[in-house]
């Protein structure tokens, strides 16, 4: 494995490659999110569409969700064991080799077992990404640098569905995965002969391993796991229906989808980056690192949860429902931008991957729960009402949701503090020497 000298944040050198090496987790992420929503678009009008209802599609999501979930057990600990070149490389072939194979597939229970591995394996980006960006940038910036990463998900809905319905259109849906899936190994390629991990965080991994139970057991992970049940399916929702949402409701085509959708993942996109900014500002202007986070998400927890709880009672119209949708996609991409910069705040570097692969553990179990609950909802209501009335209803219901995750992280979760008894299984001469006085208070976080 190659290695840097000793990680020093002020080298113009180490300045350079850090940029490098989170351009691999942008696009990594950006690939994930468009192996993960093609099927979403090409399915929701033309030939697929007709093979797959909005019940089938809602079990689908479900299918996806649970490989997403039981990945998420294990597949931090596997990176955090494997470091962050191979493990990465490993989740980003698993999940392009399943994405491509769904051109191959005819029937749902086909899509339904490819959108599985397809969990599985792309469950593994968020704990590589968060733990090359710890590796990479001092705590004053990861929340600036994860919004960064994290963005690679907005640029993707971004732009998967004028690619994905313009390829649908043009060669058909089978050569559209293929396209997408070529692109992956490409990137691969590129991730796999350029990355390499700072000597400083090399030495950091060969500290002793903190045991899954500790982790599992301490009062950040399992609040904060808790909160993902409820607050990230907010962002699977908004990514995999609003294509339906919008035919549904407004009865649009394809084509006027795959352009007019790209408004509310742009803005999230702007909610990636500000909301990293908003954070590194406060903290320059004096508030500490832990209050600046929690101030943060706060603010766009907040601003999330009214924006689908109010407006059903404001749209009027197409345009109105994704100005509402842009709204909840920012405020979401601002809050996880901070929520991602957690598990650096409270545990050793050596388990941040494995920290975050257990919280998303919430977010697969959330989603593949509320992603077959709103399927159910959306046929229910709209047989006995209309489209409309069974969109807003959930909408509303995930407006609810927003808020009890704010909750648990504000007021249950516990302070954003290293946590001491973690640091005792980590060599004294890696993370141990960086703790300040105000972390070391943090004995009441476990």
Avoid at 94 to 115: C, D, K, V, Y
Avoid at 116 to 145: D, M, Q, V
Wanted: charged fraction near 15%; charge should be positive; include cysteine.
């Amino acid at each position: 494995m190659k290695q840097v000298r000793s990680l020093d944040y002020t080298d113009k050198n180490i300045y350079r490659a850090r940029w490098l090496m989170l351009s691999f987790a942008l696009g990594a992420t950006i690939l994930n999110y468009v192996d993960r929503l093609a099927f979403n678009y090409l399915s929701a009008a033309g030939e697929l569409r007709h093979l797959i209802s909005n019940e089938a599609f809602g079990y689908i999501g479900t299918a996806f969700f649970i490989g997403y979930t039981v990945s998420n057990l294990f597949s931090g600990f596997i990176i955090d064991k494997l470091g962050t070149r191979l493990g990465y490389a490993c989740c980003m072939a698993f999940w392009t080799t399943a994405s491509l194979l769904q051109a191959i597939a005819t029937l749902p229970i086909h899509f339904g077992i490819l959108r599985t591995l397809l969990g599985i394996g792309e469950a593994g980006n968020w704990p590589a990404a968060i733990k090359l960006t710890s590796e990479w940038f001092p705590p004053e910036e990861r929340s600036t640098a994860m919004g960064i990463f994290n963005s690679g998900a907005s640029i993707g809905a971004l732009i998967t569905p004028p690619l994905a319905i313009w390829l649908g259109e043009k060669y058909g849906w089978q050569i559209a995965f293929i396209v997408i899936g070529v692109c992956g190994y490409l990137l691969l390629a590129l991730f796999w002969f350029n990355y390499y991990t700072p000597k400083r965080t090399i030495k950091e991994s060969k500290a002793r391993i903190i045991p899954p139970l500790k982790l599992i057991r301490t009062r950040f992970v399992s609040w904060f796991t808790l909160s993902k049940v409820f607050m990230d399916p907010i962002w699977y929702f908004i990514t995999f229906w609003v294509g339906r949402y919008l035919v549904d409701v407004y009865g649009w085509n394809l084509k006027k989808i795959g352009w007019f959708v790209m408004i509310p993942f742009f803005v999230a996109e702007l909610g990636n980056i500000l909301g990293g900014l908003f954070t590194q500002f406060i903290i320059r202007k004096g508030i500490s690192i832990p209050k600046a986070r929690k101030i943060s998400v706060g603010l766009f927890g907040t601003m999330l949860g009214l924006s689908l709880i109010l407006g059903p009672l404001l749209i009027s119209s197409a345009m109105v429902a994704l100005a509402i949708l842009s709204i909840a996609g920012f405020s979401y991409a601002a809050y996880t931008a901070n929520t991602m910069a957690f598990p650096a705040d409270v545990v050793p570097q050596s388990a941040t991957a494995s920290v975050w692969g257990v919280a998303s553990v919430g977010a697969g179990l959330g989603g593949a729960i509320f992603e077959f609950l709103s399927g159910i909802a959306v046929k229910n209501i709209s047989e006995a009402h209309n489209y409309a009335t069974a969109y807003n209803t959930v909408f509303i219901g995930y407006g609810i949701m927003a808020l009890v995750a704010l909750i648990i992280v504000l007021f249950l979760m516990g302070p954003l503090v290293k946590n001491p008894e973690l640091f005792e299984y980590i060599d004294d001469a890696g993370f141990n020497t960086t703790l300040s006085d105000e972390h070391m208070v943090a004995k009441k976080i476990t």
